[in-house]
């Protein structure tokens, strides 16, 4: 593969979803600064609500997919979304934020990926590991672990049927409002459970709107937008990324002391996910695909 055949497909499928991890590990940073007192589920939630109703009203050719698309594709793809939000939040609040999001970020990868890569999927899956497990002090709980790994399923389900729609030939960004609009119906009742007391602050009012604007829409687009040229196990390798964000993002803005064993795990994740990104494999495999019907709308 020439030079400008690697730069050409980094841009097109790797580098938007790293940069959707970039956004995705600002998540609990900025989910730390909510008001005291603001159920962590409901914090997601909001982020979900609000984020899901701008991916599905700023979309173009909505109408278009919910016509011609298979609608139970786009039925378990919502529900998917909303699954992952409404099991990971209180995976983190039982068993940790270590251990929820190792489980549920190596659960998709291990599923999708551990067959086609299973060398490189597995050495990312190990180097996130050891970066988030490395400080030690971690607390298994059984019920923890079990929404985690409903949430990493939940996720590998998303991935898996947006990427087999965006191959058809539906435009990406169009998929992804839909989906994420049917998320957000499924998640406003759950939302208004929880209570919404928090957004009368200026301070919750700010954190929703960064989880919806930058960790939702903008994220997702950026993801959609590389599913086109990236394969599902692909993507949702690439997206380990996103803990050795968040581990950066605590030691420089939270102040947060990382221990060795950590960034000896991330430079491991490093190493794998460069691998993997410069892996000619199936990564055009949607783009290469002949579309079976004309693109209506924005594609994303």
């Known amino acids: 593969m020439s030079p400008l055949a690697v730069r050409t497909r980094l841009a097109q499928g790797p580098l938007p979803i790293l940069a959707a991890c970039l956004l995705w590990g600002t998540t609990g940073t900025v989910s730390s600064l909510a008001p005291h007192g603001a159920p962590a589920s409901a914090v997601g939630a909001a982020g979900l609500v609000l984020g899901g109703c701008l991916l599905f009203l700023t979309a173009r050719g909505t109408r278009a997919v919910l016509r011609t698309a298979d609608r139970r594709l786009l039925a378990v793809g919502a529900l998917a979304v909303a699954g992952y939000a409404l099991a990971f939040y209180p995976a983190v609040a039982r068993t940790g934020v270590a251990v929820a999001t190792t489980i549920a970020l190596a659960t998709a990868p291990i599923v999708l990926g551990v067959r086609s890569r299973p060398l490189v999927t597995l050495t990312a899956v ?16 059984v019920g923890g672990v079990a929404a985690a790994v409903v949430a990493g399923l939940s996720y590998a389900a998303y991935s898996a049927v947006c990427a087999h729609l965006i191959g058809l030939g539906h435009p990406s960004r169009a998929v992804v409002g839909v989906v994420f609009g049917g998320a957000s119906v499924v998640t406003l009742p759950v939302l208004l459970w929880l209570g919404v007391g928090w957004l009368g602050s200026a301070g919750g009012v700010a954190v929703a709107a960064h989880l919806a604007v930058f960790t939702t829409f903008a994220a997702y687009l950026l993801f959609g937008h590389g599913l086109r040229h990236t394969d599902a196990a692909t993507a949702t390798t690439l997206t380990l990324a996103e803990p050795a964000v968040a581990a950066v ?35 055009s495999r949607n783009a290469a695909r002949p579309r079976r019907r004309a693109r209506t709308g924005c594609a994303g």
Do not use: F, K, T
């Open 126 to 141: 190990a180097g996130c590991a050891i970066l988030i497990l490395g400080g030690g002090g971690a607390h298994v709980d």
């Open 249 to 283: 993002l605590g030691v420089v803005v939270l102040h947060e002391r990382l221990p060795l064993v950590s960034w000896c795990g991330m430079g491991l994740l490093a190493v794998a996910l460069l691998a993997l990104a410069r892996q000619p494999g199936e990564v």
